[in-house]
């Protein structure tokens, strides 16, 4: 049973790769990879993933500050906002 779940998710992997580098090509295409909007949403978005982890990792130590809600929630309104400039820059 356990190498049916196994052949699924490595199926389910490699079919996201190639659509992946589908994508990655259609945004080299357009210019979007050289766009600072673009980095700059990268980072934001591994910015929140690192918050977000240290946010359940302290979570059940000792109860998460005020300020690292609010920061998570600025950075989410920050990448709406650069998804949409992007989306406005670049409508691929």
Do not use: C, D
Not at 46 to 57: D, E
Not at 65 to 77: D, E, H, N, R, S
Request: charged fraction near 15%.
């Amino acid at each position: 049973m356990v190498w049916i779940i196994a052949i699924a998710f490595l199926g389910f992997g490699w079919w996201r790769v190639r659509r992946a580098r589908e994508r990655t090509a259609e945004l080299a295409a357009a210019g979007v990879l050289r766009s600072p909007l673009y980095w700059a949403s990268n980072t934001l978005v591994a910015i929140l993933l690192a918050l977000v982890l240290y946010i359940a990792h302290i979570h059940n130590q000792w109860p998460v500050p005020a300020f690292l809600w609010f920061a998570t929630i600025a950075i989410i309104v920050a990448l709406l906002f650069l998804r949409r400039a992007l989306k406005w820059r670049y409508p691929v």
